[in-house]
């Protein structure tokens, strides 16, 4: 797998809904081989159907989501980075495994949109 530069950034355009999805596809058939998760799974087929009328924030959450457990992303987003970005990345992954999923998982006041936004908000500060 290959990523640009900066690819987080550009994915949180809303212009960029289409490399979103392709994205959120590629990582899901990644954690499902990762995890030995059969692709065939109704859940499975459903999120992939989905994936394709989801809305801009829903997409963007899912991928929030999906990076976490993604490692081969993870990676090769830190090996398309330059080095004074790499930490960026770090710090960012690292919030998002131990705030902001949690979060999101477990307070019921935690919609989508406050989930994406913090996600935004933990990266331009990382």
Request: proline residues 3%; charged residues 20%; negative net charge.
């Amino acid at each position: 797998m290959e990523c640009q530069p900066q690819l987080i950034e550009r994915l949180m355009l809303p212009v960029n809904v289409e490399p979103l999805r392709e994205h959120c596809e590629q990582s899901l058939s990644r954690v499902c081989a990762e995890y030995n998760v059969a692709t065939n799974l109704a859940v499975i087929c459903e999120l992939r159907q989905s994936i394709v009328q989801m809305s801009f924030t829903n997409c963007l959450a899912l991928l929030f989501l999906l990076l976490n457990i993604d490692t081969a992303f993870k990676q090769a987003l830190m090996q398309s980075e330059v080095k004074s970005q790499q930490g960026k990345c770090v710090n960012f992954f690292m919030n998002l495994r131990t705030h902001m999923i949690p979060e999101f998982l477990s307070a019921e006041k935690c919609d989508t949109v406050t989930f994406v936004t913090q996600c935004e908000d933990a990266w331009s500060v990382a």
